[in-house]
């Protein structure tokens, strides 16, 4: 693959670091990632992904735009209510890059759809907002392989982790949450500015990993305290019973 003039010119502040070079942008442009969730964090993992310039981008949202979503997704205009939020994440890819292939997808994901919706991608963030969707698209991520980074705000509390075969996200939280399928930005309440710092390191760990900076964080989950604002990582370890990823 062969970047074009133009590429360079619009790359050239990311290619000038060491870490990323032309090889790493190359790695971006050759990239697929799903992106779960067109809300608070995917309004900061689309921009940045697309910015970034990684080749195809899948949009996964079956939710339309709401007023009280406003605060916290900067994607959406006033105008938007009432829009699909897939299709309006990409017309926001297609004016930032034309060199990002974006395709919407405008259904709910879950346990039944999730393997296909996800299936050919190299990585996968999810951003939604229920357990039972993090854990249908951990347990599609680790049947086809593939790297989920799972990134979650509520509160002032966040936290961002890279999955990648085992541990798992569901050795992270386990099966009680199988069955819980509420919107917890509606009933806990969130800041836009929470879910846009969460978003960020989101799509700042699913860069540097498709690039290869700073070793693998894979099994790593990064909680970030957003009223006292600081970050701290903890290790997970495997669950052997674990219904995704268990030695079963
Ligand atoms: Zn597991």
């Known amino acids: 693959m062969r970047l074009s003039d133009a590429e360079l010119d619009r790359y050239a502040r990311q290619i000038v670091l060491r870490e990323v070079g032309g090889v790493g942008q190359n ?87 999730a393997r296909d919706f996800l299936a050919d991608h190299d990585l996968v963030i999810d951003g939604s907002d229920n357990f039972a969707t993090r854990l249908a698209v951990n347990d599609a991520c680790v049947a086809l392989g593939i790297p989920l980074v799972s990134a979650a705000g509520v509160m002032f ?3 961002v982790g890279l999955f990648r075969a085992q541990p798992c996200y569901r050795c992270f939280v386990g099966d009680a949450f199988d069955a819980e399928d ?21 799509a700042l760990l699913a860069i540097n990993t498709i690039v290869d900076v700073g070793g693998d964080q894979a099994g790593q989950v990064h909680l970030f305290d957003g009223a006292k604002l600081n970050w701290r990582a903890i290790r997970i370890p495997a669950d052997a019973a674990c219904k995704a990823c268990g030695s079963a």
């Open 182 to 202: 509420c919107d917890n930005c509606a009933e806990l309440g969130v800041l836009g500015a929470l879910t846009a710092t969460v978003g960020s390191f989101a």
């Open 27 to 113: 790695k971006l442009k050759a990239a697929s990632i799903a992106v779960i969730g067109a809300g608070g964090i995917g309004s900061a993992v689309i921009p940045a992904l697309a910015g970034a310039g990684i080749g195809r981008l899948t949009i996964i949202d079956g939710d339309t735009v709401e007023v009280a979503n406003l605060h916290r997704q900067p994607l959406f205009r006033e105008r938007d209510a009432g829009y699909s939020k897939a299709d309006l994440a990409l017309q926001f890819v297609q004016r930032l890059n034309r060199f990002v292939e974006a395709t919407p997808i405008q259904q709910r994901i879950d346990a039944a759809n």
């Open 157 to 159: 509390q966040g936290q």
